[in-house]
Nanobody, 126 residues
Framework: QVQLVESGGGLVHTGGSLRLSCAAS????????MGWFRQAPGKEREFVAA????????YYTDSVKGRFTISRDNAQNTVYLQMNSLKPEDTAAYYCAARTWVSSMSLIVSTSYNYWGQGTQVTVYS
C-alpha cells in the first residue's frame, strides 16, 4: 500500500509561482513512475505532467510546457511540480499519482496509475 500526500497548493495571482510536493510512503519509491493530474470544477481530470522511474523521463501536457517542471527526490520519497507563470486556467485541484507496477501504458493516461493522493487546491486569480 502506498500513501501519497500532496501539499503546496494555495491562492496566487496571475503570473505567480507555486511548488507542489507529493510525499510517498513505501520503500520502493525510486521504482515508481509518478504523475500530476488536475481537475477543475465541472471538468474531467486531466494529465499535467509525469516522470518515469527508470530514466527520469518527463512528460507534459502542451498547456504547461515551458511553465511547469516535474522533478523527484528519491532520497526524500517526494515528487515536485514547480509551477511558474500561473494563469487563471490553471485553477484546479491537483492530484499526485503513483504507478508501482510494470506497464506499457502511457504515463499520460490516468488509468495507468494505481495510487492517488487526496489533492491540493490551486487557485489563480486575475
Amino acid at each position: 500500500q502506498v500513501q501519497l500526500v500532496e501539499s503546496g497548493g494555495g491562492l496566487v495571482h496571475t503570473g505567480g509561482s507555486l511548488r507542489l510536493s507529493c510525499a510517498a510512503s513505501g520503500r520502493a519509491f525510486s521504482s515508481y513512475s509518478m504523475g500530476w493530474f488536475r481537475q477543475a470544477p465541472g471538468k474531467e481530470r486531466e494529465f499535467v505532467a509525469a516522470i518515469s522511474w527508470r530514466a527520469g523521463n518527463t512528460y507534459y501536457t502542451d498547456s504547461v510546457k515551458g511553465r511547469f517542471t516535474i522533478s523527484r527526490d528519491n532520497a526524500q520519497n517526494t515528487v515536485y511540480l514547480q509551477m511558474n507563470s500561473l494563469k487563471p486556467e490553471d485553477t484546479a485541484a491537483y492530484y499526485c499519482a503513483a504507478r508501482t507496477w510494470v506497464s506499457s501504458m502511457s504515463l499520460i493516461v490516468s488509468t495507468s496509475y494505481n495510487y492517488w493522493g487526496q489533492g491540493t487546491q490551486v487557485t489563480v486569480y486575475s
